[in-house]
């Protein structure tokens, strides 16, 4: 299957979470965590300084929807009908049927394997219903909670990537991690 069979975003459901398309509605609760500089401190953006700037990240993902870049997901817990996180393929290469995955969790929820779970069912809807083969994720080197998040899912450590980004104003080192269709197919057996 190819990508442009999803114009629309599929929703995907786990034990305790659904993952679905954001919404301009999700601002607030996007904003309650993306303002926090401890969920920011390793991402590539600079926390939300108001409400507006979780709007102008909504509009550009809305905007991706409509493209086949769109394949972030809202993280939603069940329980708490609240949105807590995203969870997304970014930089997806057709012609060489890889994607990355990119992801940040509201403070609150950190430790309790929320993110494994959502990745989990994200690497799983991309090697059951899209013809990816490869799905990498890169973390700087002292973020050791999003490392243990991609091995928990089957992800390898495939080496440093040396100064390979440069973020909020220097270069940094970053871990590549990645998971094949047949690392998938084998832990799925
Ligand atoms: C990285 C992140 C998504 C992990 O999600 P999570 O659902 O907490 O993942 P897990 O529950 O599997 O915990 C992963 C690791 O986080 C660490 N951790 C656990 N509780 C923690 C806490 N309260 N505070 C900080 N780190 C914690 C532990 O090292 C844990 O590994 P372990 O289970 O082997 O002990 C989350 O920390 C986050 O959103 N961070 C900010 C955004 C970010 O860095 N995104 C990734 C950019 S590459």
């Not at 599929?10 to 398309?21: G, V």
């Not at 997304?88 to 950190?110: C, F, K, N, T």
């Not at 973390?139 to 991609?150: E, G, T």
Request: glycine letters at 6%; a negative charge; aromatic letters at 12%.
């Amino acid at each position: 299957m190819t990508l442009t069979l999803y114009p629309d975003l599929p929703i995907l459901e786990s034990d305790r979470l659904i993952l679905r398309k954001m919404t301009l509605e999700d601002a607030p609760d996007l904003f309650e965590y993306a303002s926090d500089p401890e969920v920011a401190q390793y991402t590539t953006w600079y926390p939300h300084q108001s409400l507006e700037d979780s709007h102008i990240f909504l509009n550009s993902v809305l905007e991706n929807y409509q493209t086949p870049k769109g394949f972030n997901w809202g993280i939603i817990h069940k329980d708490h009908s609240k949105l807590i996180g995203t969870c997304g393929l970014v930089d997806w290469v057709q012609s060489d049927h890889y994607a990355e995955i990119g992801y940040a969790l509201a403070r609150p929820y950190w430790g309790q394997g929320y993110m494994p779970e959502s990745v989990k069912a994200v690497v799983a809807f991309s090697f059951q219903e899209t013809d990816l083969n490869r799905i990498e994720g890169r973390c700087k080197l002292p973020n050791h909670a999003s490392a243990r998040v991609m091995e928990k899912v089957g992800m390898k450590f495939e080496g440093i990537l040396r100064q390979q980004m440069f973020i909020k104003g220097s270069f940094h080192d970053m871990k590549l991690y990645a998971i094949l269709r047949e690392d998938w197919e084998k832990l799925s057996k």
